[in-house]
Structures are given as C-alpha cells and as structure tokens.
T-cell receptor, first 111, second 113 residues
Framework: QKEVEQNSGPLSVPEGAIASLNCTYS??????FFWYRQYSGKSPELIMS????GDKEDGRFTAQLNKASQYVSLLIRDSQPSDSATYLC???????????FGSGTQLTVLP | EAGVAQSPRYKIIEKRQSVAFWCNPI?????LYWYQQILGQGPKLLIQ????????DSQLPKDRFSAERLKGVDSTLKIQPAKLEDSAVYLC???????????FGSGTRLTVV
C-alpha cells in the first residue's frame, strides 16, 4: 500500500513569513512528486513538480526533494493571505504512474 | 486551452438511487482519471483510463461503481445503488502523458441522504 503522509495542520504563519510544508512517502520507487493547492470548495491546482533530488524554485515557491529520506517539502516565501489553502502532496509511482495524494496541510496566512 | 469539463456540479440523491457523472478531458489528453475526495481527505484514485482502455481500477468498488470511456474521449462514472458513504466530491483529471501532473476538473459534489 503506497502511502503519502503530511502534517494535517492547520499551519498558521504571519504575512511575509516563510511557510514550510512537509511530506513523506512510503514507495521508494516513486519517480515524480507534485504539490497541489486546493482552495476551499475548489479542485486541486498544480503549483510545483519535482523529479530529481535537490531544490526547484518557481517564484515564491521552492520544492525540495530527498529521495534517500523519502521526503519532499514545499517552501512558500513572503507568504500572502491569498496563499491560505490546503496544500496536497502527490507522488507518482508504478508503471501506471498514478498519483497518490496525502491528506493535505491546511495553511492560513494571517494578515 | 479549455480545461477539464465536468457535470453536474452538484447532485443530491437518496441512498439506493443511482447517479452518473460526466467528464470531458482536455483535448489530446490520452490519460483520464476519476478520483473521489471525501471532506478533509486527499483525493483517492478510483479508475485510470489510457485512451479507452482501463489501466487500473483496483480501488473502484465494482459492486456499485462503474466507469467507461467510449472512443477515448468523454467518460462517465456511475454509482448504483448509492450509499451514504459515497458522499464526496468526484474529480475527473486528465494528463497528456503519464509523466507530468494532472489537470483537474471542477468536480461534482455528491450528497447522498
């Protein structure tokens, strides 16, 4: 059974701070890793993908991957109230490359 | 490009009734997925299609759920008969290939009473 674990939160940070979201996964053969943002009542929206060890930066978002530790994280710099949402970690594995999702971390950025 | 289209947006039915959801993926996307998202949880895969063939339906409760993707484009997901625990958002997603992330539709929120 492939598992993806996230801290459920809620996580609260002040506006302008760095928000750090963490995720671990059980399948060592996982190949691709994604972060989705989901606003309340909306569908998940892809914000970051990462495929190799290290950091990947896109604007205020940085994804970090450590396959040896089976750990992936998302850093949001200069957090804004509009970043308040649930962040879902998703991991792709197996020949079918399906995404297995964590339960999400609810982030609140306080003005 | 147009996104993934789903309908209806909301559906309320009584237990033991049947219901069907429709999905039209992004043009050219060969892979289509149906996910179930229960409130407070992450999406859970129900079925994956590659063109009009089923790749994985191991988590689909086949005694009550069925899905098809005719002609490798549109897809329907059916529940018959519905149970209270089927109350969830049903998300359709598509991807160009199996390497990248998915694009999700707006989902269908099902309430079974």
């Amino acid at each position: 059974q492939k598992e993806v674990e996230q801290n459920s939160g809620p996580l609260s940070v002040p506006e302008g701070a760095i928000a750090s979201l963490n995720c671990t996964y059980s399948d060592r053969g996982s190949q691709s890793f994604f972060w989705y943002r989901q606003y309340s009542g909306k569908s998940p929206e892809l914000i970051m993908s990462i495929y190799s060890n290290g950091d990947k930066e896109d604007g205020r978002f940085t994804a970090q991957l450590n396959k040896a530790s089976q750990y992936v994280s998302l850093l949001i710099r200069d957090s804004q109230p509009s970043d308040s949402a649930t962040y879902l970690c998703a991991v792709s594995s197996g020949s079918a490359r399906q995404l297995t999702f964590g339960s999400g971390t609810q982030l609140t950025v306080l003005p | 490009e147009a996104g993934v289209a789903q309908s209806p947006r909301y559906k309320i039915i009584e237990k033991r009734q049947s219901v069907a959801f429709w999905c039209n993926p992004i043009s050219g996307h060969a892979t289509l997925y149906w996910y179930q998202q229960i409130l407070g949880q992450g999406p859970k895969l129900l079925i994956q299609f590659q063109n009009n063939g089923v790749v994985d339906d191991s988590q689909l409760p086949k005694d009550r759920f069925s899905a098809e993707r005719l002609k490798g484009v549109d897809s329907t997901l059916k529940i018959q008969p519905a149970k209270l625990e089927d109350s969830a958002v049903y998300l359709c997603a598509s991807s160009l290939d199996r390497l990248g992330g998915y694009t999700f539709g707006s989902g269908t929120r099902l309430t079974v009473v």
